[in-house]
Nanobody, 123 residues
C-alpha cells in the first residue's frame, strides 16, 4: 500500500503565502505524475496543479502565476507553493499520486489520494 501524508495547510490573510507538502511512502516501484487538487463543500474536486516525472507542469487558470508546483523525486515528495492567496483559494487541498506498484511479475499503476489539508484565506 501507499500512504500520502500532507502538511502545510492553515489560516493566512489574503495576499499571504503557504507551502503544502505531500510525502508518499510504501511499496512504490516508481511515481509518475503528482499533483494537487482542491474541493469546497458541495462542489466537485478540481485540479490545481500537476507535475510529471519529467518536470512538465499544468495549472488551473485560476492559480497560474500565483502557485508553483515542484517535486523532489528522491524523497517522493511534491510541494505546492501558494503566493498571493485570495479568499477564493479557501478549500481542502488534496495530494494525488500516480504510482507504479509491484504486482506479480510486473507493476501496475494506481492513483492515491491524501487525507486533505485545509487552507483558509481570510479577506
Amino acid at each position: 500500500q501507499v500512504q500520502l501524508v500532507e502538511s502545510g495547510g492553515g489560516l493566512v490573510q489574503a495576499g499571504g503565502s503557504l507551502r503544502l507538502s505531500c510525502v508518499a511512502s510504501g511499496s512504490i516501484f516508481s511515481i509518475n505524475a503528482m499533483g494537487w487538487y482542491r474541493q469546497a463543500p458541495g462542489k466537485q474536486r478540481e485540479l490545481v496543479a500537476t507535475i510529471t516525472t519529467g518536470g512538465s507542469t499544468k495549472y488551473a487558470d485560476s492559480v497560474k502565476g500565483r502557485f508553483t508546483i515542484s517535486r523532489d523525486s528522491a524523497k517522493n515528495t511534491v510541494y505546492l507553493q501558494m503566493d498571493s492567496l485570495k479568499a477564493e483559494d479557501t478549500d481542502v487541498y488534496y495530494c494525488n499520486v500516480l504510482a507504479a506498484i509491484p504486482q506479480g511479475m510486473g507493476n501496475k499503476l494506481y492513483a492515491y489520494w491524501g487525507q486533505g489539508t485545509q487552507v483558509t484565506v481570510s479577506s
